[in-house]
């Protein structure tokens, strides 16, 4: 899936940023009551305007990519449990503020009616 938006900034001067992202995702279904996912995502915030921070003007850019694991479980028919890994890293231009790293760990009960 590709998507594109322009959103509101609160960073220096600019007064936007446009998003550009990228996700693929596949899913597989085993025999049995065993489910899979897998995903990869990558993202292009780029800022309006040119900023000096740190001593360095430019125009602010963060490339994010993301890598996702899943399984699932059917309990029922419309029940099942489900567990999650999804790790992301931005690199920025301004690489001493605005690099991060995030790991998230989910687990949940699902319920369709």
Do not use: C
Not at 40 to 45: A, H, N, P
Request: no cysteine; hydrophobic share 30%; glycine share 12%.
């Amino acid at each position: 899936m590709r998507s594109r938006s322009i959103s509101e900034s609160t960073f220096g001067n600019s007064r936007f940023y446009r998003a550009n992202r990228a996700d693929f995702d596949f899913s597989h279904k085993f025999p049995g009551k065993l489910s899979a996912t897998a995903g990869l995502g990558w993202g292009v915030d780029t800022y309006g305007n040119s900023v000096t921070t740190g001593g360095a003007t430019a125009t602010r850019r963060d490339d994010t990519y993301t890598v996702r694991l899943g399984t699932g479980y059917g309990l029922s028919d419309n029940m099942s449990l489900k567990a999650g890994y999804q790790y992301d890293q931005r690199f920025s231009i301004f690489s001493g503020q605005f690099n991060y790293r995030r790991t998230l760990l989910t687990a949940g009960l699902s319920a369709t009616f």
